[in-house]
Nanobody, 119 residues
Framework: VQLQASGGGLVQAGGSLRLSCVAS????????MGWYRQAPGKERELVAH????????YYIDSVKGRFTMSRDGAKNSLDLQMNSLQPEDTGVYYC?????????????WGQGTQVTVSS
């Protein structure tokens, strides 16, 4: 699976950004898709993910109520709407896809897009 992410940028605290990830395959057939982020000097962390059936959506506590993920099956895209951004949201955001097979779990990453929130 190839993933192409876009939409990062510089925004003031309280502002909004929308990230988009376009997959090379039907996203509804991918077991798990989501967004991770990595702040300077920190490990990459999960922000949100969704199962292929859309029945399970997970957000980390720090973004609940501010970030919303949505899918467009026709465009094979997974978007992340980020509102009320805070400086601690700064980092490189990565689109992620995971396939679960009998041979194991396979991970795929987009190239990352920078989000910078100024105070």
């Amino acid at each position: 699976v190839q993933l192409q992410a876009s939409g990062g940028g510089l925004v003031q605290a309280g502002g909004s950004l929308r990230l988009s990830c376009v997959a090379s395959e039907n996203i509804l057939s991918i077991n798990l898709m989501g967004w991770y982020r990595q702040a300077p000097g920190k490990e990459r962390e999960l922000v949100a993910h969704i199962t292929s059936g859309g029945t399970i959506t997970y957000y980390i506590d720090s973004v609940k109520g501010r970030f919303t993920m949505s899918r467009d099956g026709a465009k094979n895209s997974l978007d992340l709407q980020m509102n009320s951004l805070q400086p601690e949201d700064t980092g490189v955001y990565y689109c992620n896809a995971q396939r679960l097979t009998t041979r194991g779990r396979f991970w795929f990453w987009g190239q990352g897009t920078q989000v910078t929130v100024s105070s």
